[in-house]
């Protein structure tokens, strides 16, 4: 039986780290073990231009502590006004990765996102002439459709249309939820990339809702039923090249989450890596832990994988903190449900 797994340090790509006090307080939990992030926008006023991207950038590296390595890996955040030539030139410069679509209203901050897509044709056509990949935020907002089915309208309404409408696009479906994002996926080209969370392998609806609301599990694209959570393990653990770890760990404090009208986000920084070891165990597939964390993702973001390599050792229970303290507030930590064995070794 493996005690002992050694793999390329990891990266995550798809990350929140908000800005000010949080940025501060949880910079450390994903710098830990990961050694690049595709940094998500979506602040308050959001990342829309190169300038934007470089000032956060600047205070990401300020608030990493002494002695810690980490790059972060910019995105803009894509509005109808959005400069074409503006994305040509921070992506030209090596300073952002990605372009981030949010469907107005979809999530956390995305009121400044796009509502009528042909707005952003521009846009899109100079991205897929350049290679630069679109990060989709894949839920429609039709008040219509139902929460839970939000995801797989949005992939035949939405992401369909803009791929056959833009060829050459490289698109990076994030934190897919459902069996249909796992089936569209796994039918495209390699054009296409799809970021599985950590929390979407652990959790299904009943988690949040059975017994008493649980807010700490409730998470936007919201965790939809078993087998939609089974058809992401099997994906994650498959080795595929189009799959990939984004673990959209999203810090909110406390009093923001347990509350009337609480936050979405699960804060997974801290114990991804152990968890997605108790997964992939499992599941029989610890050999493949390292394409999901390490290789896959680099490969389709065109970077090589890290040098550095970690290794994982499974032993005693391992204490991780249940809240993280920061300057803006206490935050709880994700809680997986069973004892977590595997650690990262010093």
């Keep these: 039986m493996t005690q002992s797994l050694t793999i390329c340090r990891p990266d995550d790509w798809h990350l929140h780290l908000r800005d ?12 830990r073990h ?30 990493l502590p002494e002695g810690m390595a980490f790059e972060p890996l910019m995105t803009l955040y894509l509005t109808e006004d959005t400069d074409p030539e503006d994305v040509a030139a921070a992506h030209a410069s090596g300073l952002v990765k990605a372009v981030k679509l949010y469907p107005a ?20 056509e100079r991205m897929a002439e350049i290679g630069l990949p679109l990060c989709v935020h894949g839920e429609v907002t039709d008040p219509a459709i139902d929460i839970f089915d939000r995801e797989a309208v949005f992939i035949d309404r939405v992401l369909d249309p803009i791929r056959r409408k833009t060829p050459g696009l490289r698109v990076v479906m994030e934190h897919i939820t ?3 994002g796992v089936a569209y996926a796994g039918a495209a080209g390699d054009d296409l990339g799809a970021t599985i969370t950590t929390h979407h392998l652990i959790i299904n609806r009943n988690h949040i809702l059975a017994g008493g609301i649980r807010p700490h599990y409730y998470c936007l694209p919201v965790a939809k039923r078993e087998e939609h959570r089974l058809a992401l393990r099997a994906a994650a653990t498959s080795g595929a090249p189009r799959f990939f770890l984004g673990t959209d760990s999203a810090p909110h404090i406390d009093a923001l989450k347990e509350h009337a009208c609480g936050c979405a986000g699960c804060f997974t920084a801290t114990n991804t890596m152990s968890i997605l070891a108790h997964v992939f165990e499992e599941e029989g ?15 389709f973001y065109r970077l090589p994988p890290n040098e550095e390599r970690i290794t994982l050792t499974k032993g005693e229970t391992v204490d991780y903190p249940k809240k993280i303290q920061t300057g803006a507030g206490p935050v709880t930590v994700f809680e997986p449900g069973f004892p977590l064995l595997w650690r990262v070794a010093a």
């Design 20 to 31: 000010g006090a949080m940025l501060e307080g949880v910079l450390p939990e994903s710098a």
């Design 34 to 63: 990961f050694a690049r992030a595709i940094i998500m926008p979506n602040l308050v006023p959001p990342v829309v231009t190169g300038r934007d991207a470089a000032a956060y950038r600047d205070r990401i590296l300020a608030a």
């Design 105 to 124: 209203g979809a999530t956390t901050n995305s009121a400044s996102g796009v509502r009528d897509f042909d707005r952003v044709r521009g846009v899109l």
């Design 178 to 180: 459902t069996k249909e």
């Design 285 to 299: 597939a610890l050999d493949r832990l390292e394409a999901f964390t390490s290789l896959n993702g680099p490969a």
